[in-house]
T-cell receptor, first 119, second 115 residues
C-alpha cells in the first residue's frame, strides 16, 4: 500500500513570494490534515478535511494560507505572501474510519513533509 | 482545549536498559492517546494507541505504553533499549467524544540510546 505522498520535499523562497505544497493521501482515507512543524516543536494543525469539506481550519492564518481538497482526494496548501516565520516543515497526514462507521479513532499516517525556508 | 505535555526534552539511556518517555494530557472527553516516532528528515510514524480496554497497550518495535486515568498520563516504555531507538518521540491526544476530533501533539522528547 502506497503511503502519503508530498511534494516538493524542500523549497527555499524569499519573503513575500508564494509557494504551494501538494499531498496525495493513502487511497481510501477520507480525512486529510495539514500540520505545521516548527523546529523544536510538535506538529500544529492548520486544517482538517473530511472528504472535500473543511472540518477545522481555526488555526489556519487565512490572510496568507489557503488549502483545498478537490474531489476529496489530493490536496494543495498555498502560502501567499510568505513571511520569515513560515519557515517550517509542512506535514500532510491522512486517516481512515473504523469499520462499521464508528467514527475516526485511527492513527494518522504522515508523509515525509515539505521543508520550507523563507529568506 | 486539549493539550499534551512532555516534560523532558531529552532522555538518555544506555543500550539494554529500560526506557521511559513521559506524557501527560488534558482533554474534556474520553482520551484517545497516541505515540509517534520521528527519524531525521522523515515524517512521523505511528507506534501505538490507547482507545479503550486494557490500560497497557503494546505497539511496534517492542514499545508499550500505560494509560493512567487518575494521573492523566500515557508514558511510553520499553524493557530493553536499542541504539536504533534513538529518535524524536511525540505523544498526541484526541477527544474521543467528537466524531472528527483533531490530534494535539506534545513538543516531543529526544531519546538517545548510547552503546
Amino acid at each position: 500500500e502506497a503511503g502519503v505522498a508530498q511534494s516538493p520535499r524542500y523549497k527555499i523562497i524569499e519573503k513575500r513570494q508564494s509557494v504551494a505544497f501538494w499531498c496525495n493521501p493513502i487511497s481510501g482515507h477520507a480525512t486529510l490534515y495539514w500540520y505545521q512543524q516548527i523546529l523544536g516543536q510538535g506538529p500544529k494543525l492548520l486544517i482538517q478535511f473530511q472528504n472535500n469539506g473543511v472540518v477545522d481550519d481555526s488555526q489556519l492564518p487565512k490572510d496568507r494560507f489557503s488549502a483545498e481538497r478537490l474531489k476529496g482526494v489530493d490536496s494543495t496548501l498555498k502560502i501567499q505572501p510568505a513571511k520569515l516565520e513560515d519557515s517550517a516543515v509542512y506535514l500532510c497526514a491522512s486517516s481512515s474510519r473504523l469499520a462499521g462507521g464508528r467514527g475516526n479513532t485511527g492513527e494518522l499516517f504522515f508523509g515525509e513533509g515539505s521543508r520550507l525556508t523563507v529568506l | 482545549a486539549q493539550s499534551v505535555a512532555q516534560p523532558e526534552d531529552q532522555v538518555n539511556v544506555a543500550e539494554g536498559n529500560p526506557l521511559t518517555v513521559k506524557c501527560t494530557y488534558s482533554v474534556s472527553g474520553n482520551p484517545y492517546l497516541f505515540w509517534y516516532v520521528q527519524y531525521p528528515n522523515r515524517g512521523l510514524q505511528f507506534l501505538l494507541k490507547y482507545i479503550t480496554g486494557d490500560n497497557l497497550v503494546k505497539g511496534s518495535y517492542g514499545f508499550e505504553a500505560e494509560f493512567n486515568k487518575s494521573q492523566t498520563s500515557f508514558h511510553l516504555k520499553k524493557p530493553s533499549a536499542l541504539v536504533s531507538d534513538s529518535a524524536l518521540y511525540f505523544c498526541a491526544v484526541r477527544d474521543g467524544g467528537t466524531n472528527a476530533g483533531k490530534s494535539t501533539f506534545g513538543d516531543g522528547t529526544t531519546l538517545t540510546v548510547k552503546p
